[in-house]
């Protein structure tokens, strides 16, 4: 397999074909926030907060570090003005879910983010599906999924698994970033399948 250099806020560093800016960037000790990333699951892209500036064969652009392929000689810029400022929208965003998540205050503090800024939304769910995709991809059980498309977005548990598979598991519920995840469960849980059923 190929191996590339690339730049990285002016490091070089050699990576090997197929490799991710993100996975570049952590070869190089660059830190770039994401929120929808996890070794374990394949890459989603989702929440866009690895935004970067790429310049490679395809010219100048922003992309996700987390699903961009490094190129030979691509040149990556993982902080400037329009980063940051894209970052802070995203981050006010997910705070209009969320303002008590801890991780999303503490990257919302690095980027200036204002928790205020947007009206509050109902649900604290920021829809990074590291839920659904964990359930998935690592259980393989599918005991929950997204409901409802564009603003009326859920996740939802199907009651039928969720009832027989989650009480021995819950091992997705650390990676929920806001702890929607735990009180849709309890919710479910209530209403669907009490204790005992
Ligand atoms: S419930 Fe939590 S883990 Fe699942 S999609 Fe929403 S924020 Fe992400
Ligand atoms: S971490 Fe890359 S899009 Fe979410």
Redesign the pocket.
Known sequence: MSEFVVELDGRRVTVREGTTVLGAARQAGVFIPTLCRREELAPYGGCRLCLVESEGRGGRKLVASCVHPVEEDLVVRTRSGKIDRLRKLLLELFLAH?PEAAVLRELGREYGADATRFVGEGSF????????RYCAQVEKKDA?GFVERGTKKE?AFVPEIASRECAACKR?FP????S??QA?YVLIQGLAFPAGC
């Open positions: 969320a769910c920021v829809h990074c599906g590291l839920c659904v929950v996740i997705c990676l929920c970033p806001t929607y995840l849709a």
